[in-house]
């Protein structure tokens, strides 16, 4: 079956305005040509893609399902239009980050600046969420790549290892936190790290830790690393983000070490090709540290 691609690219904006007349002003024609559109669209799908309500069109299930598909098609079309641009002008183009602000901040700007100082046409744009919301996006092609860590296997994502770092456990140096002391510890938390950190707290300083107290708790490790400048506690910290305050915060001695592990997520599907070019950079530079 033959469709008309403007049925769909009707139906997208009819869908995003949840109104027949918004979506008309958006495509510049007139509300009966969208309304005969969307009918044509329905006739030959043979599928209801909204129901009427009060307050609006609203989508359904297989409106929704067809929304998403749309939205995936157009962005996979427009990858392609910029593809084929950078045939002919080199790699180039804006790749779409999702990550975590402590990353975007610490872990890459130096590695940014010698990729662009190579493809200097590529541009980046980052936007944050949990690990979850940003592997949904980049599952439906709303990001090109994420850099994440502590990732769990989506079926429809391929996760790269790329950097592996150490987890400090970390203090100012003003606390003097010690193993004959029986000063009480105050700790601060990442949440998704906290049963491994306490447990190795728990092993290796069995003094201290029926006094400890978890003050803080945060999912930014930025937060907590203002937290332990302002002396605040003790807590355990990726070594890329605390290297820099090596004259202010001491690191614990731990016989064990925690490693945290960092991933580059593409779609299984597709990615495009400045985005495998940075991916590649990554691996190469990170394998230097």
Not at 3 to 22: R, T, W
Not at 92 to 97: A, F, L, N, Q, Y
């Amino acid at each position: 079956m033959d469709f008309d691609l403007n049925l769909l690219l009707c139906f997208k904006v009819v869908a995003q305005k949840k109104s027949i007349s918004k979506a008309a002003e958006v495509l510049c024609i007139t509300q009966p040509a969208v309304s005969t559109q969307i009918k044509k669209l329905e006739a030959q799908l043979q599928i209801q893609l909204f129901e009427r309500h009060n307050r609006g069109l609203v989508l359904t299930q297989p409106g929704r399902y067809l929304l998403g598909e749309v939205i995936k098609w157009e962005t996979v079309l427009n990858d392609a239009v910029q593809e084929t641009r950078n045939l002919h002008n080199g790699i180039g183009g804006t790749i779409r980050i999702g990550t975590y602000s402590t990353i975007s901040s610490h872990l890459l700007p130096a590695k940014i600046k010698t990729f662009c100082t190579q493809f200097p046409q590529v541009t980046f744009t980052f936007e944050y969420g949990t690990t979850k919301e940003i592997m949904q996006r980049v599952s439906v092609h709303e990001l090109d790549c994420a850099i994440l860590c502590d990732v769990v296997p989506h079926p429809n994502l391929q996760q790269t290892m790329f950097f592996r770092d150490e987890m400090l456990l970390v203090a100012k140096k003003s606390l003097k936190y010690s193993t004959k002391k029986q000063n009480t510890w105050n700790l601060l938390s990442y949440p998704h790290r906290q049963e491994d950190c306490f447990i190795q707290v728990q092993k290796h300083y069995k003094s201290l830790w029926k006094n400890a107290n978890v003050v803080v708790e945060s999912e930014n490790f930025e937060t907590l690393k203002q937290c332990l400048l302002q002396g605040l506690g003790a807590s355990f910290m990726p070594h890329y983000i605390i290297q820099d305050k090596k004259h202010t915060l001491e690191m614990l001695k731990m016989k064990k070490r925690i490693a945290i592990e960092f991933f580059f997520v593409t779609p299984l599907s597709y990615a495009r090709k400045s985005v495998m070019k940075f991916r590649e950079h990554l691996i190469t530079e990170f394998s230097k540290v």
